[in-house]
């Protein structure tokens, strides 16, 4: 029988949520700029002006604040890019609505959502798997709104998988590069590179292997 994941915040923490959240805000710094295993929880409380003692009312440990960080933001990626696909105005298409929601939150938040968006090998197996989940559900979502173009109708399942993956890839890196830009402006990049990458990608065709090979002979 699994463990079920012990959530943060913890004890004091659901009393003191400034101080869990001046936490959470700290760590998503560090994280992002010097990399998890570089930051110690000595360095995070030094940071937060707290004792590495005092710590441990706040979290169970940083493992499980990477995990906390990741799920909030991947949560919150969901949450508003279905809400904002409900109630988008009839004019916009849904891709174009899907990218702003996430141009804007690489703007607002970019260090949770890049935190997101990398690999993890530090968490458990459990919180893997739900990670992994949300990354799936996101990537559904993007597979659907990618479908209403006429491109990708009837693309096969494995081809539409390397079309999102590399649309989440494209999205990442637009991310890292664009560190200028305001919402508006982020927008509109995000938006013309994906498009232009969908664009780009080779119609679905049917392959004859049994005629290739004879034409080899």
């Known amino acids: 029988m699994q463990t079920p994941i012990s959530f943060v915040?913890?004890?004091?923490?659901?009393?003191s949520r400034p101080?869990?959240?001046q936490i959470m805000a700290v760590a998503s710094h560090l994280f992002f700029t010097q990399g998890f295993d570089a930051v110690s929880l000595r360095?995070?409380?030094?940071?937060?002006?707290?004792?590495?003692?005092?710590?441990?009312?706040?979290?169970?440990?940083?493992?499980?604040?990477?995990?906390?960080?990741?799920?909030?933001?991947?949560?919150?990626?969901?949450?508003?890019?279905k809400r904002a696909l409900r109630s988008r105005n009839i004019a916009n298409d849904e891709l174009g609505t899907t990218i702003n929601v996430f141009a804007n939150l690489a703007i607002t938040d970019r260090a949770n959502l890049a935190l997101a968006l990398r690999p993890a090998p530090q968490l458990t197996d459990v919180q893997r798997a739900n990670i992994d989940?949300?990354?799936?559900?996101?990537?559904e979502l993007l597979q659907g709104v990618i479908r209403q173009r006429p491109l990708f109708l009837d693309i096969e399942p494995a081809c539409m998988h390397r079309v999102v993956r590399g649309t989440i890839t494209l999205?990442?890196?637009?991310?890292?590069?664009?560190?200028?830009?305001n919402?508006?402006?982020?927008?509109?990049?995000?938006s013309s590179l994906v498009n232009a990458w969908l664009n780009s990608f080779p119609a679905p065709r049917t392959i004859d292997f049994k005629k290739s090979s004879r034409e080899k002979h």
């Open 9 to 15: 915040p913890m004890r004091e923490a659901k009393a």
């Open 19 to 21: 101080r869990f959240e």
């Open 43 to 81: 360095q995070l409380a030094k940071s937060v002006g707290i004792s590495s003692g005092t710590m441990y009312n706040y979290i169970e440990s940083k493992q499980a604040l990477l995990y906390e960080l990741m799920d909030e933001t991947l949560s919150l990626l969901l949450v508003q890019s």
């Open 133 to 139: 989940k949300k990354l799936q559900q996101y990537s």
């Open 171 to 181: 999205l990442r890196a637009c991310m890292d590069d664009n560190l200028q830009l």
């Open 183 to 190: 919402k508006a402006e982020a927008a509109v990049v995000y």
